[in-house]
């Protein structure tokens, strides 16, 4: 086995043709490099210098040894600089999973601007999954922070809510309720969207709807809160989303804040307890949690 430390001595030399300069370069006395030398001659078995009193040379053995040398010890070099990087955290991998609301409301976007800024050679991946796909793979290990909407109970990962939102709700701009405070009784029997896969159920919707005191007709379900925004602004019926939506919504929907409704969206950032990137995971967890909470006006 050659140790890099050879091979430094032998580049050392061989650039300067010359053991007592080369010894000065390397901060070593003479007689050491000079034994050092003649260890790797004797574990190549081949001589890789003629030597007179005043230089060395390289023998044809040793020019080719030369150049490979370089290329080992610059790899050598990289793999150290690299394996460094890692363990602090300036480099890597990493994968996050969002749900929608960590865009609106700025949270994911301010993290990644900080990011790129102080970590240019991390590479990300990020996905936009269900909350429920998301913990799966995070267990898994396929993601590495994982921001959701409904706040799991697990003791195998650390949880941080990061907010509450208000559902708010959007009516076509030309229909009476926005235009006034909206009471329960008017919601009664009104066409209404859905979005069904943004981890909240039929049931829940449903609780909530009886808690306030209405019945909406159900029309549409959609999977985005995009679509239920442009549904609503086309005309086809009401809908209840993320107040940190409202502000994107197209022109011809309104929106009305609902006191009465006492039903909010959670945005929580969850991690496994262990992994192998953990200090750039903790730079980042730290950076999502600094943002404020989501906005709670439309």
Same mark, same amino acid.
């Given at each position: 086995?050659?140790?890099?430390?050879?091979?430094?001595?032998?580049?050392?030399?061989?650039?300067?043709?010359?053991?007592?300069?080369?010894? *000065?370069?390397?901060?070593?006395? *003479?007689?050491?490099?000079?034994?050092?030398?003649?260890?790797?001659?004797?574990?190549?078995?081949?001589?890789?210098?003629?030597?007179?009193?005043?230089?060395?040379?390289?023998?044809?053995?040793?020019?080719?040894?030369?150049?490979?040398?370089?290329?080992?010890?610059?790899?050598?070099?990289?793999?150290?600089?690299?394996?460094?990087?890692?363990?602090?955290?300036?480099?890597?991998?990493?994968?996050?999973?969002? &749900?929608?609301?960590?865009?609106?409301?700025?949270?994911? $976007?301010?993290?990644?601007?900080?990011?790129?800024?102080?970590? $240019?050679?991390?590479?990300?991946?990020?996905?936009?999954?269900?909350?429920?796909?998301?913990?799966? *793979?995070?267990?898994?290990?396929?993601?590495?922070?994982?921001? &959701?909407?409904?706040?799991?109970?697990?003791?195998?990962? &650390? &949880?941080?809510?990061?907010?509450?939102?208000?559902?708010?709700?959007?009516?076509?701009?030309?229909?009476?309720?926005?235009?006034?405070?909206?009471?329960?009784?008017?919601?009664?029997?009104? $066409?209404?969207?859905?979005?069904?896969?943004?981890?909240?159920?039929?049931?829940?919707?449903?609780?909530?709807?009886?808690?306030?005191?209405?019945?909406?007709?159900?029309?549409?379900?959609?999977?985005?809160?995009?679509?239920?925004?442009?549904?609503?602004?086309?005309?086809?019926?009401?809908?209840?989303?993320?107040?940190?939506?409202?502000?994107?919504? $197209?022109?011809?929907?309104?929106?009305?804040?609902?006191?009465?409704?006492?039903?909010?969206?959670?945005?929580?950032?969850?991690?496994?307890?262990?992994?192998?990137?953990?200090?750039?995971?903790?730079?980042?967890?730290?950076?999502?949690?600094?943002?404020?909470?989501?906005?709670?006006?439309?």
């Amino acid at each position: 086995m050659i140790e890099l430390r050879l091979l430094r001595y032998f580049i050392a030399a061989a650039e300067t043709e010359h053991v007592g300069r080369a010894a *000065q370069r390397l901060h070593i006395s *003479q007689s050491p490099l000079s034994r050092q030398i003649r260890q790797l001659e004797e574990l190549l078995r081949v001589a890789l210098f003629t030597r007179d009193r005043r230089r060395i040379r390289l023998t044809a053995a040793g020019r080719w040894l030369l150049d490979a040398a370089r290329e080992v010890v610059a790899r050598g070099d990289a793999l150290v600089h690299d394996a460094r990087a890692l363990g602090s955290g300036a480099a890597g991998q990493l994968a996050i999973g969002f &749900v929608g609301a960590a865009l609106t409301t700025g949270v994911l $976007p301010a993290a990644l601007r900080r990011l790129r800024s102080e970590r $240019p050679a991390v590479r990300v991946a990020l996905r936009q999954l269900r909350s429920d796909v998301q913990l799966a *793979q995070l267990r898994a290990g396929e993601l590495d922070l994982a921001l &959701v909407h409904r706040v799991p109970r697990a003791t195998d990962l &650390v &949880v941080q809510l990061l907010g509450d939102q208000p559902y708010v709700l959007a009516v076509p701009a030309g229909n009476a309720l926005a235009r006034r405070p909206v009471r329960p009784a008017q919601l009664d029997g009104q $066409p209404w969207i859905v979005v069904a896969a943004a981890d909240d159920t039929d049931d829940r919707w449903s609780a909530a709807w009886r808690a306030a005191g209405f019945t909406p007709d159900v029309v549409v379900r959609v999977v985005e809160w995009a679509s239920a925004l442009a549904l609503v602004g086309a005309g086809i019926g009401l809908a209840l989303v993320p107040v940190s939506y409202a502000a994107s919504r $197209p022109r011809d929907v309104a929106i009305r804040r609902l006191p009465w409704l006492g039903m909010t969206s959670s945005l929580a950032l969850v991690r496994r307890r262990t992994s192998a990137a953990a200090p750039l995971i903790d730079d980042v967890a730290r950076w999502i949690t600094e943002e404020p909470p989501p906005a709670a006006r439309p």
